[in-house]
């Protein structure tokens, strides 16, 4: 990666069960259990102010657990760097599509507003609800400063 904002790739990450009960206790709605749970982030970022999690996927237009994905290893680097989850912004994307969210909205029950990921595309608007409330925006595809 030859770019000014990219810090890391390939970052292993991991999230145990006292990590969602610390969670949990501040207040985070987290509707789902285990013992562990382990991942690696593709792109770690750090652009405009946040601190970007950003991953690959073939087909971005068509994902529909990414942005589950991501907040959880977004919930496990925050534990991890001892750094607020408002801090964090994810992305997934391919070559002609990037979708962005934050993560805390995604996990901070109905404390706060959360419109589902802005897309960031060439080509078509999305049709898909999840996506519709939020602005749509061209773009060169890809990830926003690699390349």
């Known amino acids: 990666v030859n770019d000014s904002v990219t810090v890391a790739v390939e970052i292993p990450v991991f999230l145990t069960r006292e990590d969602l009960s610390y969670y949990r206790s501040r207040g ?3 509707e789902f259990e285990s013992d562990i749970i382990t991942g690696h982030i593709d792109f770690l ?3 405009n102010g946040y601190i970007h999690l950003l991953d690959y996927k073939p087909a971005a237009r068509k ?4 942005h589950v994905q991501l907040t ?3 919930l496990a680097l925050a534990r ?3 750094l607020p989850l408002k801090a964090f912004k994810c992305g997934w994307s391919d070559e002609k599509d990037y979708f962005e969210f934050f993560p805390l909205t995604g996990v901070y029950g109905t404390h706060l507003p959360y419109s589902g990921p ?4 060439k080509g078509p608007p999305l049709d898909r609800g999840f ?3 939020s602005p749509i925006f061209k773009s060169s595809g890809g990830f926003p400063g690699a390349g």
């Open 28 to 30: 985070f709605d987290l």
């Open 45 to 47: 970022q750090i652009r």
């Open 63 to 66: 994902e529909t657990h990414a």
């Open 72 to 74: 959880i290893y977004a």
């Open 80 to 82: 991890r760097a001892r």
């Open 118 to 121: 802005r897309a960031f595309q």
């Open 131 to 133: 996506y519709s409330r």
